[in-house]
């Protein structure tokens, strides 16, 4: 439990206004949704669900009244446990007052060896799950799959073979251990389906799957106040219906309120925060109506305009203070909380993207956010870099420790130990004293070899490296090292059923194999 | 004479479209003719409006209100010069919409701005648009914007492309938005925007080379 806590974001009577406020959106505007069956769920918990409008097709306007609001908040639990993939693993409990990281994903990648951007390939993903594997701090894998496989996601042969939606899933699993969050951006039933079928191949069965999940799927919205799912036949699926693909196999769904500050939610912060909890609460109902009880996660996926270049910004100061507002009203409803700051602004690794990352870090744990995610990203999640990963790893050690609090345990105090020792004039110390061998471990951050304590003279003797240069450096000497601890028959089942799939779609002999072949680390 | 089309260069810098599209029926009716009210007051004011942005002076919200008095104006001006065979000189006709199965439109809007303020004839389609609808405009624009922020909006991309392509190879084909990128835009066999302030100069620089 940590213990380090930011107060008065929001007073609780400001909260109270903010909730007031989000349900009365709710009551008079609504909220616009288009899948069929989501809205027969909004129908069943006794919302007025409107007349379908021209566009986009099979919309329709959903209102509200706080009872039903009322009544689904009361229905979501207020903790659950998501499992890892392995024995071994990290458990993450949701909404037990502990603070856990992920990574994220990028459309791109700079590349360790060259130090150009380049796409990412499949190749990449597999690395980029090892070295997750691998960094004691992150503790779920995002992977951000569609992203980091440009050779698999954006190649005729691949999309015609339906297997993005596999291979995506199989991938990460099969090289780390870790709980999973995913965005599940698949174009097909199909491919649905077989995403959910490899993770409940990760916990045993479907049913396992539903008692202990291994994974959780992101949910965003288009700002304001829509959720919307394909709209013709044939197109490709959208949020609405991996949310509803996902909740049918028991899958807990993070809901990431989406607005961006100035452009798809009002300029003023608590507009935005209004915005982003009603956006929340009008799927909480959908979903407690679906499966009463059934765990959800107060996401955010909130940023601010770049009133300059129109792009989104994450971390900007404003953004932060969205983010804080809305972990608080998640706090307010006794809810699990995740940020997904997504990523920072910078483009590349550089002191900006330290500072960033950092400030993000801190100011989440502080705020309590159960789970922060963005680990690795840069530019607004169109960049990724390995050495991030390591930076991001050795920050958020030091964050970890830092909300954790002064431990004021019995032996926290030693007056024993200091009447005993006596006086520093006098030569005495601390260091020889088993009360120091025995706590300095959790009493003190252990620094990395990341972290540069050089004396000036020491580190121009040893190069003058940067921190940059050392992450790289222990990013190659961790990929060469680290071997994840998957057991060798999960491995079996995952490309047991890619390779069903591969038959499925009638891929056989040396073209199934070249696919296979692209699933295992060649380091 | 003069003075209605200075404050009508003001108002565009102001981004006020009421009070432009004031000013711009009042140059009217007092004679000035419809070309010069674009010529000696729209367009100037648009000229400031895209310095000031450049320089910092003003940001987008500003920038969202003279595109928005840009379009009132025109279309008044339209009105105006009715059967005549002048027309606004615009740099070109360009055609925008978030494309089939993705519905976000604020990155869509600020292209269509950008271009707007830039001396583009803007024709926006909308979101969810699909590669039939693009291909019903094709023949009225030098170029045509395809914005997508869903990564599965590629394929809609793709599809758009190879129906208006092969059909109006000279139209510009430019694709934007956080689906994409230059690799992309390269194995589609089209241009590529990486953010909204550098569209209207892509366009502009390609159409240039077109004519040529």
């Known amino acids: 439990m940590t213990k380090l806590r930011i107060e008065g974001v929001l007073t609780e009577s400001e909260r109270e206004r903010i909730h007031r406020s989000a349900v009365t959106l709710l009551e008079k505007l609504g909220f616009m949704c288009n899948h069929p069956g989501i809205l027969e769920a909004f129908r069943q918990a006794g919302c007025e669900v409107g007349d379908e409008i021209a566009k986009p097709k099979g919309a329709r306007v959903v209102t509200f009244t706080e009872e039903i609001i009322s009544d689904a908040l009361n229905k979501a639990p207020s903790q659950f446990t998501l499992y890892p993939i392995a024995p071994g693993y990290r458990e993450i409990k949701f909404g037990s007052g502990e603070v856990y990281f992920a990574t994220t994903g990028s459309n791109s990648l700079w590349d360790i060896e060259t130090g150009e951007l380049r796409d990412a390939v499949l190749s990449d993903f597999v690395t980029g799950s090892r070295l997750i594997d691998a960094l004691e701090n992150f503790d779920a894998n995002m992977g951000y799959p569609h992203y980091w496989m440009y050779d698999v996601a954006r190649m005729d042969e691949y999309e015609k073979y339906g297997l993005v939606g596999?291979?995506?899933?199989?991938?990460?699993?099969?090289?780390?251990?870790?709980?999973?969050?995913?965005?599940?951006?698949?174009?097909?039933?199909?491919?649905?389906?077989?995403?959910?079928?490899?993770?409940a191949i990760t916990a045993g069965g479907k049913e396992a799957f539903r008692r202990k999940p291994t994974g959780a799927i992101m949910v965003c919205f288009t700002s304001p106040l829509s959720l919307i799912g394909r709209t013709e036949p044939g197109e490709p699926l959208g949020w609405a219906d991996w949310l509803w693909g996902g909740l049918n196999a028991g899958v807990p769904f993070v809901i990431k309120p989406s607005g961006i500050i100035g452009a798809s939610s009002p300029v003023t912060v608590a507009g935005s925060i209004v915005q982003g909890v009603a956006e929340i609460l009008a799927t909480l109902v959908a979903i407690q109506a679906i499966i009463p009880g059934h765990p959800i996660v107060f996401g955010d996926f909130t940023g601010s305009l770049d009133m300059i270049t129109g792009g989104k910004g994450n971390c900007n100061p404003e953004a932060l203070l969205l983010h804080?507002?809305?972990?608080?009203?998640?706090?307010?409803?006794?809810?699990?909380?995740?940020?997904?700051?997504?990523?920072?602004?910078?483009?590349?690794?550089?002191?900006?993207?330290a500072w960033e990352h950092a400030e993000t870090y801190l100011l989440a744990s502080l705020a309590g956010v159960n789970m922060t995610m963005s680990s690795g990203g840069l530019g607004q999640g169109m960049?990724?870099?390995?050495?991030?990963?390591?930076?991001?790893?050795?920050?958020?050690?030091?964050?970890?420790?830092?909300?954790?609090?002064?431990?004021?345990?019995?032996?926290?105090?030693?007056?024993?130990?200091?009447?005993?020792?006596?006086?520093?004039?006098?030569?005495?110390n601390f260091l020889g004293s088993?009360?120091?061998?025995?706590?300095?471990?959790?009493?003190?951050?252990?620094?990395?070899?990341?972290?540069?304590?050089?004396?000036?003279?020491?580190?121009?003797?040893?190069?003058?490296?940067?921190?940059?240069?050392?992450?790289?450096?222990?990013?190659?000497?961790?990929?060469?090292?680290?071997?994840?601890?998957?057991?060798?028959?999960l491995q079996q089942e995952i490309r047991g059923y890619l390779l069903q799939a591969l038959e499925r779609e009638g891929v056989k002999g040396d073209q199934a194999k070249r696919i296979m072949d692209k699933t295992y680390w060649n380091g | 004479m003069e003075e209605i089309l200075k404050q009508l260069q003001d108002s565009m810098y102001e981004g006020n479209r009421v009070e432009s599209e004031r000013l711009a029926r009042e140059a009217l009716s007092s004679g000035i003719e419809p070309l010069k009210v674009i010529e000696k007051g729209m367009k100037p004011g648009l000229t400031r409006v895209g310095d000031a942005f450049e320089t910092g002076a003003l940001f987008l919200p500003e920038l969202v209100g003279a595109g928005d008095a840009a379009l009132a104006v025109g279309n008044i001006i339209d009105e105006a010069l009715g059967e005549r065979k002048e027309t606004i000189p615009y740099k070109g006709t360009f055609a925008i919409g978030s494309v089939k199965g993705d519905i976000h439109t604020i990155g869509k809007g600020i292209v269509a701005t950008m271009m707007r303020v830039n001396g583009f004839k803007v024709i926006d389609l909308g979101v969810d648009v699909s590669p039939e609808e693009f291909l019903e405009v094709a023949d009225k624009v030098e170029a045509i914007g395809l914005s997508g922020l869903l990564s599965l909006s590629t394929k809609s991309m793709e599809e758009t492309i190879k129906k208006v392509s092969p059909k109006y190879p000279d139209v510009l084909i430019i694709i934007g938005g956080a689906a994409v990128d230059p690799a992309l835009a390269k194995a589609f066999g089209v241009l590529y925007g990486a953010d909204a302030a550098s569209a209207p100069r892509i366009v502009e620089e390609n159409i240039k080379q077109r004519r040529q």
């Open chain 1, 166 to 199: 596999a291979l995506m899933n199989a991938v990460p699993m099969l090289h780390c251990g870790k709980a999973q969050i995913r965005v599940f951006e698949c174009s097909t039933e199909q491919e649905l389906t077989d995403n959910l079928n490899l993770w």
């Open chain 1, 324 to 353: 804080l507002g809305l972990d608080s009203m998640a706090h307010y409803y006794s809810k699990p909380s995740l940020w997904f700051p997504g990523s920072i602004n910078a483009v590349g690794v550089d002191s900006q993207a």
């Open chain 1, 383 to 428: 960049a990724g870099d390995y050495r991030q990963y390591l930076v991001d790893n050795e920050i958020i050690g030091t964050v970890k420790h830092i909300v954790k609090g002064i431990n004021m345990n019995e032996e926290a105090i030693p007056l024993d130990l200091m009447i005993d020792t006596g006086f520093g004039a006098l030569g005495a």
């Open chain 1, 434 to 489: 088993e009360h120091t061998r025995r706590l300095y471990k959790t009493e003190m951050w252990r620094r990395s070899s990341l972290t540069n304590t050089l004396t000036w003279d020491a580190w121009k003797a040893q190069g003058k490296k940067t921190l940059w240069d050392r992450a790289g450096e222990r990013a190659r000497e961790l990929l060469k090292k680290h071997k994840p601890d998957i057991p060798e028959g």
